[in-house]
């Protein structure tokens, strides 16, 4: 099992390297513009308090800290803070490493300037070396009949990430409007396998092109051999250099055809937990 090999302090000593290395940059490096101040103060700001969220498979928190919020600034800066330690084993991803795929998901968003992961950085918080991430706050009304067209290209811009980032576990949950009719995709770890291993809500797109502006994004990156090249480097912080390549190949693969996978009718979607 993946979770097993090398045994668990070797997996812990080899995620530790991981996270020392990414940390060399800086929080920003590799960021958004528009994010800077956010990665900086998510990865420095004084923390006021830390709660636990009871969802999920695995221990995460949310941490509140001395710093206004990006896009509401009467209300204080918070982060869903996910400590490698409260990782729960899975037969299929390395151990210690999901808070890892977290952070390099945000970077490949970051690369294509899709702005649909919210900010996320590393953090030595207080249950030791994890992710932290924006927390967004949700939309206080229903998208209307005007945001249908620019909701579909949202959408379709997510699920062009999935397929590059290979992630294997797209709920409909992950998933959040916010103010703007803004589509956020949250909770990302179960990415960058090394073989295909893609599960999407979004499954119904199998086979239909890529939109274009989206597709230019794609391409603009993969032509830039600078900005691919630092993307990949940035990534070998946080990954292995098999999945390093596979990201890499996933990019040459869709720039050639710019067509979302089919995926398997069964095997393709994930379990939705409502």
Known sequence: MAGDSGGDAENVGRGRSRFEAALTEGPAGGGRQADVETLRALAEAPIEGTGQLLYGSNAVFLIEFDAPDPDLPDEPLRAVYKPTRGERPLWDFPRHTLYLRETATYLVDAALDLGHVPPTTLRDGPLGPGSVQL???PAEHDPGPDDSDSLELQLRQVALLDVLVNNADRKRAHLLV????????IDNALTFLPYPRQRTALIALGGTQIP???????RALADDAARMNALS???ARLLSSEEVDAFVHRVGELTTDPVYPVLDDWDGRPFEWW
């Open 135 to 137: 927390f967004v706050h």
């Open 178 to 185: 916010t103010q703007g009719a803004r589509v956020r995709a």
């Open 233 to 235: 480097a940035r990534l």
């Open 212 to 218: 274009r502006s989206a597709e230019a994004r794609l």
